[in-house]
């Protein structure tokens, strides 16, 4: 065996990041008349989550992602991180891990409440036991800001993960620090939608100039590593030029500083840190000293080497520029628009019929017959294939991974849906198996008949009335980045 | 060897309300007004009716379970009643009930009713409502246009014709029902349109225009079925129509989830009127058939439903269509009353309504819509989606026809 391939570290890092990109200046253009001042910000777009994203499916694809890059590494621990989590009560790491059919006995937990959980958990992961098996840290996020706030303009929405254990490592811990202060430069009380912030320049000032600081120089003095020998400074910040003062003051060099893609993604919160380390990783030359830190609450800051295993996996892609800003306010619920009647059918889920087949929703999980080899959704008793009608024949499959094509579809005007038309079809699997599927994703004029598809994990709906959400997989055409590059408008 | 019910049971009265959104009736006033018309008929006293099966479909929307809104609303003197719902395909369920326990000897006068009041959800098509609650967690909540939408997608991938070829041929089943409703004083929409007209309407569910779809109306048909031998001694004046064959088709899931079904036809319309033939004798539709209302809820349903008939052979139908054989005055004139698309859809009365024209046209009652050579003629009534249904199919004759 290579050694490279049993080096305990950091194995691959990955980002999603929804398709919705919504054009700062329609953002401008709503709130010029009293906010003029937010032009200095709009500039380029900003990542919005489709209706049926939330911080649980952003996880799940960045999930994903990290299973795609490493398929042979079963997950022992999988931390998820967010300050939006969808549910107070419920383990949404539970959700996540169901979707990714993450082994049952594997160790689960959420973990909120500040911008650098991220990387306290990879720290954690980092210098836990090299033997624990591999850990899985997803960290999404879906911040809901005011109305013509600065936030609005800077916030994103989306993923990012980091898989850690022994084998073909990416990079290896050189040292991390940590500094906990209540230094409150933003809050956003449990309940509340919105956070609350104080001035920058005194965030910038008193926080990252001093707290941050200091963090990062123990860090850089624990790993026994010069200022100057960084080669990429990762670290988000609310403000332009933030980072440039911190680096300048540590005597990191300007030409160290990881983007943060605030002109094509926005900031993704607690899951900036992981997101914007993926980025400077996959630019790292091998043996590259990497240093990223996260502010919050205090800061974390860990020293990375990068090594000479390529990074698995993908980057997104460019995404698909959106202009419609009483979209996005719908979408987030800051507007209440005339659905009609049809939305005002009652989703409730029963719950006992949700566990009884929870791998079928969760998991997507049909049955392939062990006697004729049909695959069929749902899994049933009785094999479909009528030349073959065996009993109990059927194993577990699961469709989420399958490649898949429409058979027949349409796009419905009349039917609600939070994203009109509502886009359905029957979708044929390869190597057999076929569902009738919601399309998400998917433009006006785009469906046609064996138009090639994937299938990602999405909320099929929402019970207002109780405050629930149900999960299902829905069917997105399969692009490729030359696809999205030539797409724009509304 | 069972073979059917071919002129075991004869129908010996109809009514048909008038369809529409019937603002001021509700349930109980549309079934009256079908059941008076079918007493008068058949000409009997209605206490001669010893059981009847009683057909709604959305009963959350409309009178409730079990049959007792219709004992209540004709007062019917606790005889035995059956509640039947089998989706858009109930009004032939409740037919079949009817027949069949004609046929078997136990009654020798039975009442089929179907009746839906559908105009009382505060919007137009038809109510949202759940699947089941195992459904609900993955199903999409697909709306019928939305469901149906899709045969089009299909059968044009399947033929490789053109969308705006089969758009036209569409356009025309649509004109052709308006047009045909204009000449029925009880159907729902009686305006006449152009194929401009449909082609440029409102997108309801792709390729689905608002045209192309059927009204969503309140009405209510019956049926008084008896055996041949007491219709003949009833009404002496009249010619004796009976059931050729009455067949039920359902889909089991094979269309759904097996990969061998192509979207682009009604398996279970197939399946039904091959036994329907099979108990009719018949052997060639194509010219034995005289007439037929089908289910055209939507106009490409009616499009393949030629086909799975055996009325269009497989990808000609878009030329039968433009040819005009299915107009009024064609070879196989098909919905002559307006159909679903115009007479209307209260979808538990549906599958009477259709028997019903048949049976006019038999006894040369259709009025200004009257055909001129109507022997034999056959409905299809279909209950659900495409991929998942209930198929009915029903010939009717002149007894010994």
């Known amino acids: 065996m290579n050694e490279s391939e049993t080096t305990f570290g950091l194995l691959a890092t990955a980002r999603y990041v929804p398709r919705l990109r919504l054009e700062r200046s329609e953002i401008l253009a709503q709130h010029r008349w009293m906010a003029p001042g937010l032009k200095s910000l709009a500039k380029g777009r900003r990542a919005v989550a489709n209706w049926d994203e939330d911080s649980v499916t952003m996880a799940v694809e960045a999930g994903r992602l990290l299973q795609h890059a490493l398929p042979s590494s079963a997950t022992r621990e999988l931390t998820l991180v967010s300050t939006t989590l969808p549910f107070a009560e419920r383990l949404n790491a539970g959700i996540v891990a169901s979707a990714l059919d993450i082994d049952a006995g594997a160790v689960l937990r959420d973990t909120a409440s500040s911008g650098r959980a991220a990387l306290t958990e990879l720290a954690a992961a980092l210098r836990g036991s090299a033997d624990a098996g591999p850990r899985m840290l997803l960290a999404a996020e879906r911040r809901i800001a005011r109305p013509a706030s600065t936030q609005e303009m800077i916030f994103g929405d989306g993923a990012a993960g980091a898989l850690v254990g022994k084998g073909a490592a990416i990079a290896t811990l050189v040292a991390a620090g940590s500094t906990h202060a209540d230094l409150v430069d933003h809050f956003r009380q449990t309940g509340e939608e919105h956070e609350y912030g104080w001035e920058e320049r005194w965030v910038r000032d008193e926080g990252y100039m001093k707290i941050a600081v200091s963090t990062i120089r123990q860090c850089l003095k624990d790993g026994a590593v010069a200022a100057g020998d960084i080669t990429q400074f990762v670290m988000p910040a609310p403000m332009a030029r933030i980072n440039d003062a911190v680096a300048k003051k540590l005597g990191i060099a300007a030409t160290a500083l990881v983007s943060a893609e605030h002109e094509a993604v926005g900031d993704l919160g607690s899951a900036q840190p992981l997101a914007m380390l993926d980025i400077a990783l996959r630019a790292a030359p091998p043996g590259a000293l990497i240093l990223v830190a996260a502010f919050g609450s205090g800061c974390d800051a860990l020293l990375l080497r990068r090594t000479a295993v390529p990074c698995p996996g993908t980057v997104p892609d460019a995404g698909r520029s959106d202009s419609s800003y009483m979209k996005y306010l719908s979408f987030t619920n800051q507007i209440e628009l005339a659905w009609g009647m049809r939305a005002e059918m009652d989703n409730k889920t029963a719950l006992t019929a949700a566990w009884r087949d929870h791998a079928r929703a969760s998991r997507f999980e049909g049955g392939r017959c062990s006697a004729c080899g049909t695959v069929q959704f749902p899994r049933s008793r009785l094999c479909v294939n009528p030349e073959c009608r065996a009993q109990d024949t059927q194993q577990s499959t699961s469709l989420a991974d399958v490649p898949a094509r429409v058979m027949s579809h349409t796009t419905d005007f009349l039917g609600y849906t939070p994203d009109p038309p509502f886009q359905f079809g029957h979708i044929d699997f390869e190597g057999g198996g076929r569902v009738l599927m919601e399309f998400t994703d998917t433009d006006v004029g785009e469906l046609s008949v064996g138009l090639p598809l994937r299938m990602v994990y999405r909320v099929k709906e929402f019970d207002p009335k109780r405050g629930f959400r149900r999960y299902f997989w829905k069917a997105t055409p399969v692009r490729s980045a030359a696809d999205n590059a030539t797409k724009g408008g509304n | ?401």
């Open chain 2, 1 to 401: 060897m069972a073979t059917g019910i071919r002129d075991k049971v004869a129908i010996v009265g109809m009514g048909c309300s008038r369809f529409g959104e019937r603002w001021d009736s509700g349930p109980e006033d549309l079934m009256l007004e079908a059941f008076n018309e079918a007493v008068a008929d058949a000409g009997i006293d209605f206490k001669q009716i010893e059981a009847a099966w009683f057909g709604v479909c959305l009963e959350e929307n409309n009178v409730g379970k079990t049959a007792g809104p219709l004992a209540q609303a004709l007062r019917l003197p606790r005889i035995a009643a059956t509640r039947v719902e089998n989706a858009c395909a109930t009004g032939t369920e409740a037919l079949r009930g009817a027949a069949y326990a004609v046929a078997s000897g136990a009654y020798d006068i039975v009442l089929a009713l179907g009746v839906e009041k559908l105009k009382d959800t505060g919007y137009g098509g038809l109510p949202v409502r759940t699947r089941g609650v195992a459904n609900d967690l993955w199903l999409p909540n697909s709306t019928a246009p939305g469901a149906f939408a899709q045969l089009a997608s299909a059968y044009a991938a399947k033929h490789g014709v053109s969308m705006p070829d089969l758009r036209r041929a569409m356009a025309h089943i649509s004109v052709k029902s308006h047009d045909n409703a204009s000449l029925n004083p009880k159907a729902h929409l009686r305006n006449k349109i152009t194929e401009e007209d449909v082609l440029k309407a409102m997108m309801i569910a792709a390729p689905l225009g608002l045209y192309d779809c059927s009204g969503v109306s309140d009405g209510a048909a019956c049926a008084i079925v008896t055996t041949p031998e007491i219709a003949r001694a009833l009404r002496s004046d009249a010619q004796v129509v009976t059931i050729k064959a009455l067949e039920v088709s359902v889909s089991n899931g094979e269309e759904a989830s097996f990969n061998n079904w192509d979207g682009a036809h009604i398996a279970t319309a197939r399946t039904a009127g091959e036994r329907a033939y099979a108990a009719a004798g018949i052997t060639d539709p194509r010219t034995q058939v005289h007439m037929a209302e089908v289910h055209d809820c939507f106009s490409v349903t009616e499009a393949v439903l030629m086909e799975d008939l055996g009325f269009s052979a497989p990808g000609r139908v878009i030329h039968d269509v433009l040819d005009g054989r299915f107009d009024r005055d064609g070879a196989q004139p098909i919905v002559p009353d307006g159909g679903l698309k115009c007479f209307g859809h209260p979808i538990g009365a549906s599958g009477l309504r259709m028997v019903y024209e048949v049976y006019q046209q038999l006894h040369g009652r259709a009025g200004e819509r009257q055909l001129k050579k109507v022997d034999i003629g056959l409905t299809q009534n279909l209950g659900g989606h495409p991929h998942q249904n209930v198929s009915a199919v029903a010939i009717l004759g002149r007894h010994g026809a």
